[in-house]
């Protein structure tokens, strides 16, 4: 693995070697491998013609190269890329403290909004989707694929409210609030479907 040990990999207790010291698989109710990366936010300087440097505070991404391997499976069938699709969701700094990916894109979005619409406004969350390439067309329909969230507080409301998000709220609550977060959930596809059609 180049650079620092971001990625969260292996399996409960057992620690392949190669993997660095924050390194595990989430097991739990039938979810095969919920897997859970360090993520670290950056921002840019730029040097303008004339000399002077000016703060470009929206939000960059450095995830590991586990991380992008791992997003670039989900993302694929979309025409996404993992080294860029975190950077391509335009924040300003801070950004959101975690994101949780989901292995496929779902038209969920009335489910998610409603909800989302139960939860106190300061545990809000937004959601976004993979495939960009029908954005801007008539053929565009919403749809749920990756959550972003801005506090440890909205991800234990929206697991509250929203069943399948719970895996990544175990895996998400001891983590320190001063680091940033991706969640790959490995959710079955008719669960969720399944709850969003019988809420």
Not at 5 to 17: E, Q, S
Not at 68 to 84: H, R
Not at 177 to 188: N, R
Request: charged share 25%.
């Amino acid at each position: 693995m180049n650079g620092p040990p971001m990625g969260l990999g292996g399996r409960i207790g057992v620690l392949p070697a190669d993997d660095g010291p924050l390194a595990w698989n989430w097991v739990d109710s039938g979810i095969e491998m919920a897997r859970l990366f360090e993520i670290v936010p950056t921002t840019a300087l730029i040097r303008n013609s004339d000399g002077s440097v000016e703060r470009d505070d929206r939000v960059m991404y450095a995830i590991g190269d586990d991380a992008e391997q791992a997003l670039d499976s989900v993302l694929e069938p979309y025409g996404e890329i993992g080294a860029w699709y975190l950077d391509r969701i335009q924040f300003r700094s801070p950004g959101p403290w975690a994101f949780v990916a989901l292995r496929r894109e779902y038209e969920i979005a009335d489910y998610v909004i409603a909800r989302r619409n139960k939860i106190d406004a300061s545990e809000s969350f937004k959601f976004t989707i993979y495939d960009r390439r029908m954005v801007g067309t008539d053929a565009f329909v919403p749809k749920v694929a990756c959550f972003l969230f801005f506090s440890k507080a909205s991800v234990a409301a929206a697991a509250e409210k929203i069943l399948f998000l719970r895996p990544a709220w175990e895996l998400l609550r001891d983590k320190p609030a001063e680091q940033h977060w991706l969640v790959l959930l490995d959710e079955e596809p008719s669960d969720v479907i399944s709850e969003a059609v019988c809420a």
